[in-house]
């Protein structure tokens, strides 16, 4: 796991007397805004329904995360229907919808009459109060994390590092990176004329 508070030192010199504690508060900050805005984190697992059972919990794979959007289900490689109410799905003899209850929960409709298996596909954002990210994730979006983390520290006003012209521009970067990012997602990175220029203001 790679921890926050380890990466201190790359925000350091924007910064001067950074204490860890501030660092982890921008850097969980700039996390979320970027992982929800590109959907770049994301995780697909499975989960066995069984019969007469509607409501599952969904399964999170990292005690330091928490699902943002389900992307998709899948049941035999088809993917199901998504409700906002189940009642409302259509009328099928085999599960074909779902609805999701507070991120939390998962309601297929109708009942399953049989054990099955789905595919569930989601992305995934940082949990409100954590301090570290899998170091694969974060080593993969750590230049626009960081740029999204100075960003945040700079506009704070009061302190050593107060500069809002630097947040500005530190801001510009940090965007940046989420369009490059986004970009990449929606094209599976192989459209190079749909790349943004992302500047470099150190």
Not at 47 to 76: M, R
Not at 148 to 159: L, S
Not at 168 to 196: C, P, W
Request: glycine residues 4%.
């Amino acid at each position: 796991m790679a921890k926050f508070a380890d990466y201190t030192r790359y925000a350091a010199s924007y910064c001067p007397n950074l204490p860890n504690m501030v660092f982890n508060r921008a850097m969980l900050s700039a996390c979320k805004e970027y992982f929800t805005k590109t959907q770049a984190w994301t995780d697909t697992v499975t989960l066995d329904l069984v019969e007469g059972q509607t409501v599952y919990e969904l399964p999170e794979p990292w005690e330091c995360a928490a699902i943002d959007t389900v992307l998709s289900v899948k049941l035999d490689g088809a993917a199901l229907s998504s409700h906002t109410s189940v009642e409302h799905g259509p009328k099928r003899d085999k599960v074909s919808a779902f609805a999701l209850i507070n991120k939390k929960e998962i309601d297929f409709y109708p009942e399953p009459k049989q054990a099955q298996t789905v595919t569930i596909e989601y992305s995934i954002k940082p949990a409100f109060d954590t301090t570290e990210l899998p170091s694969e994730v974060f080593d993969e979006h750590f230049e626009g994390l960081i740029a999204g983390a100075i960003w945040q520290i700079k506009r704070m006003p009061g302190t050593d590092w107060y500069d809002p012209n630097a947040s500005g521009i530190h801001y510009q970067e940090f965007q940046a990176f989420i369009d490059q990012k986004r970009i990449e997602m929606m094209t599976g990175g192989n459209n190079t004329d749909l790349s943004v220029n992302i500047p470099n203001f150190s």
